[in-house]
Each structure stands twice: as structure tokens, then as C-alpha cells.
């Protein structure tokens, strides 16, 4: 059979299709073609930067749906699906809400889709195609896997490897799809075969898309271990508390680790607690945490959430204020969206504050970076304005130099440094297209407000053709370091 794996795009930019110039591997069908069986032949299209061949004659179609492209998602398959072609959905957004997911596919693939891949061909080919997959609960260890990254070959992408490690969160944050999916439970691969795998492929600069590397802290510990011989270096996602580990601290710099994507959430312990943010609460002093990871010297790269209950626009600023402080190599302001399935969004259907009639994501109004419930001190626009605030005022070209001259860690070394410049640009760039989109392809432009607000920012920040240089110099010289590492 031919077989297409599809990677939505979100939407528009002033009636374009958004050209994602920071985009990186879609991880998942690499994946699922290593599960694929050799008689088929596979090919990916990413809708971020190619167009999607309606025209060519497919069997199967497989698409990733996550709540930001499920409107495109939808768009898609629909269209597949009436030229014959038999659609199969699968993702988080998927396995959080299937009924909306099921009317836009002949099957879809619940939980990790890789156990069912296989079967679901299987099935295709039989005849006898069901309309729900249902996969393996997350416990225990996951191993067999065999990533294809050839998949990706012709294509652009930031030059970096994605690979996993573990899946699930052993904390249930109440805002979050990963813990409430997985129900606080973590399965990993055995170290073992991560490392043999990117010894075999030459993988040298890493992503573990982990939702949280260190959610089985042993198991982390033996992976670095691993690591440790083959001289890479990797970046992933991690609580907190992985700070107050001195040991696995030691090893994730022995084994080349970089930077962390480390969620902060929030400075006020009555929203942590609200959030059910328990590892963080048990940190102690952010401060002296910052200090602590600072010492080692690793890039930062600190999450925020702005609009739980106890949020103030005076605290979004302090937030930043405080961020700036730390010198982060780069920072996220997110603001707090209700998705569904998790218990924010059920505390807020309760409470009616769900705004666009709870589905925002498919809703013709709702645009990226706006809100879409009601806080309880500011409004739903003011919260969308306050975090496009927040990553501008982090994203001055000011504090972007002033940034880059902590020589524990921004500057430690020419890589750090190159990374920093080569990732601050590009990150700029798509925060600014990006506000104010409309989500699918169904039309729509990006609001005259929106757009207002995002050219009064460029205003404090680089000019565009100064920023796209930079950004073109970047990413240059990050593929020129990952040659010399190869």
C-alpha cells in the first residue's frame, strides 16, 4: 500500500499559509515507519512548508492531530477522505476528546499509536478496518522501537534530532493533556537501545521530546550513563527537581547535556497549588534553584504560565521582571488555555468562564495567543495581551544582549553563545507571525487589532530584513556546528 503520514500546519498569516521557519522533526512518523512493514512504501508531507499531494493516489493517510492544528487536521482528512482514501487520526488531542476526531476518520489510534500501527494496516489490507485502536496503557518499558530518520531526508528542518526516551508524567498538573492522559504514570526505553540507536544513525545533537526526562530519575541516571561514550550533545524537557539531584546533575553534564526546557509556571505558591504543581512546591526558593542550575552552567530555557486565579497584570510583570533578572537563554510566556478533557477545562465548564463556546480550538473567532476562558482579575483580551507583552519586552534587542553576557552560561563557550544567537532571532521571528492567527485554512485573515499590535512591536525590536538575515545567518551556522559534531 502507499502510505502518506501528514504534519498539519495551524492556520494562516494574512491569508498565507504560516511558513514555520523554526520547525523541527515530526518525531511520530519516524516512528510509526519503523513499525511499518517493508512491503508498503511510506512518504511524509509536512504542511508547514509543502504542499499537500491531494492528487496522487493513496491507500492510507495518516495524520497527526494536536489541538492547535486539529482544525486543519479535520481539513485535511475530510478531503482525503472523499477521494477515496482511508484516513486514520491519532495524537493527543485525539485520544482526549475521539468523538470529535471520529467523524473525521475511517479509524483513529488512541493512547501511543505505535502499539496499533501494525494492526491497523493489518486490518486495512484484511478489509476489516475498525474505527477505534485503542493502544497499550503507558507502563512498564517500551522498547522495540526503531526510529527511521530517513523519513526526514530532503526535507528542512532545525538541525537537531529528535528522539524519546520515556513517555507520560508522573506529576497530573491540572492544566496538562500529558499527566492527565497518562494518569501520572511514565514508561521508558531501555537505555540501552536509545544509545545504540543514536550511535548506529550518527545522531550527535539531540531533542528528547520527553514530556519530562526525568520522571524516573534511576532510569535517567543509567541513560546518561550510556550517553556518556558516545560525545554528543542533547537538550530535552525536565521538572524541576531535577536540580536537587547532585548526582543526576553531574552525569546530565557528563553526557552532554546542554540546556533544559524547565517549566516555572508560576512565582505565586497559591496558583502552584491550584495547579496542583506539587514538584515545584517541593523545590524550595526559586532563586536559589536558578542559582544552583546556573552554576552548572546549562542553558535555560524557563516556561511560564500567565492567568491562573491568582494573576494580576502587576504579577505577569514582576514574572518577567523576574525572568529577565535570571538571564535565561530564552523564555516562554504561555497563557493558560482551557484544553479539553483536563480537569482546568471541566473546573472551568463548571464554573462557566469557557469562552467560543468551549471548542475554541474549532471556533471560527478564536485566533493564536488570545484567551479563551475568563480569568478572574483581568479580561480574556487583556491576559492575550499581557503574554504578547511578556515576549516582547524579553525580546527587545537589549535584553537580548544584555542576556547573552552571563558567561556562566549564555557565553560560557562559542557554542552556547552561537546557539543563543542563532535560536533568539528565530524564536522572535515566529512569536511575531504567529499572534493573532486564525487556526485551519478555511479563509480567514488575521484581525486588523492583531495586526495593529504585532507592528507597534516590531517597532522595539530588530527590523525584518535584519532579524531574517540574522535568523538565515543562525541557522547556518548551527548546521555548520552539527557537521563538525557529526
Request: net charge neutral.
Amino acid at each position: 500500500m502507499r502510505i502518506l503520514f501528514v504534519k498539519p500546519n495551524m492556520g494562516l498569516v494574512d491569508g498565507r499559509p504560516y511558513h514555520d521557519r523554526g520547525r523541527m522533526e515530526p518525531l511520530t512518523f519516524a516512528v510509526l515507519a519503523g513499525f511499518t512493514p517493508e512491503r508498503h512504501q511510506v512518504e511524509l508531507c509536512d504542511d508547514r512548508f509543502e504542499p499537500v499531494p491531494y492528487d496522487e493516489p493513496w491507500d492510507v493517510v495518516g495524520i497527526n492531530v494536536e489541538i492547535y492544528t486539529a482544525r486543519r487536521a479535520y481539513e485535511i482528512a475530510d478531503r482525503f477522505r472523499a477521494a477515496g482514501a482511508k484516513v486514520v487520526l491519532g495524537g493527543f488531542h485525539v485520544s482526549m476528546i475521539p468523538d470529535e476526531a471520529q467523524a473525521h476518520a475511517d479509524a483513529i489510534a488512541l493512547g501511543d499509536s505505535d502499539a496499533v500501527w501494525t494492526r491497523i494496516l493489518d486490518d486495512i489490507e484484511a478489509g476489516a478496518l475498525r474505527p477505534r485502536y485503542p493502544g497499550t496503557p503507558c507502563q512498564g518499558a517500551v522498547s522495540g522501537i526503531r526510529t527511521r530518520w530517513e523519513i526526514f531526508r530532503g526535507k528542512r528542518y532545525l538541525p537537531m534530532a529528535l528522539t524519546q526516551f520515556g513517555r507520560g508524567c508522573v506529576n497530573s498538573c491540572e492544566y496538562c493533556a500529558t499527566g492527565n492522559l497518562y494518569r501520572g504514570r511514565n514508561a521508558h526505553r531501555p537505555p540501552a537501545e536509545v544509545a545504540a540507536e543514536l550511535e548506529r544513525d550518527g545522531r550527535t545533537f539531540v531533542f528528547f521530546v520527553d514530556d519530562n526526562l526525568v520522571a524516573d530519575v534511576p532510569a535517567v541516571k543509567q541513560l546518561c550513563r550510556e550517553l556518556i561514550p558516545l560525545k554528543i550533545r542533547w537538550t530535552a524537557q525536565a521538572s524541576l527537581n531535577f536540580a536537587s539531584d547532585g548526582e543526576l546533575l553531574d552525569l546530565m553534564m557528563q553526557s552532554g547535556c546542554q540546556g533544559l526546557v524547565v517549566g516555572f509556571e508560576s512565582r505565586d505558591p497559591s496558583d502552584l497549588r491550584a495547579m496542583n504543581k506539587q514538584v515545584n512546591l517541593g523545590c524550595g526558593d526559586y532563586d536559589a534553584v536558578v542559582e544552583r542550575i546556573r552554576a552548572s552552567g546549562l542553558l535555560l530555557w524557563a516556561a511560564f504560565l500567565l492567568g491562573y486565579d491568582h494573576e494580576t497584570e502587576r504579577s505577569v510583570r514582576e514574572t518577567v521582571d523576574w525572568a529577565l533578572s535570571k538571564k535565561f537563554a530564552f523564555s516562554a510566556f504561555n497563557i493558560l488555555m482551557p484544553y479539553p478533557a483536563t480537569p482546568f477545562y471541566e473546573r472551568m465548564k463548571r464554573e462557566g468562564r469557557l469562552l467560543y463556546g468551549g471548542r475554541w480550538w474549532l471556533h471560527d473567532d478564536y485566533r493564536f495567543g488570545h484567551g479563551a476562558f475568563a480569568p478572574k482579575h483581568m479580561s480574556a483580551e487583556q491576559l492575550g495581551e499581557l503574554g504578547l507583552w511578556a515576549r516582547l519586552r524579553h525580546n527587545t534587542v537589549l535584553q537580548i544582549m544584555r542576556r547573552a553576557t552571563d558567561r556562566r552560561t549564555n557565553s560560557k563557550d562559542i557554542w552556547s553563545l552561537l546557539t543563543y544567537f542563532a535560536y533568539n532571532p528565530l524564536f522572535r521571528d515566529e512569536m511575531l507571525k504567529k499572534h493573532g492567527m486564525p487556526l485551519g485554512y478555511r479563509g480567514f485573515e488575521r484581525t486588523r487589532a492583531d495586526a495593529g499590535l504585532v507592528e507597534r512591536a516590531r517597532d522595539a525590536l530588530l527590523p525584518d530584513e535584519l532579524s531574517s538575515a540574522l535568523l538565515e545567518q543562525g541557522r547556518r551556522v548551527l548546521t555548520r556546528i552539527s557537521r563538525v559534531f557529526d
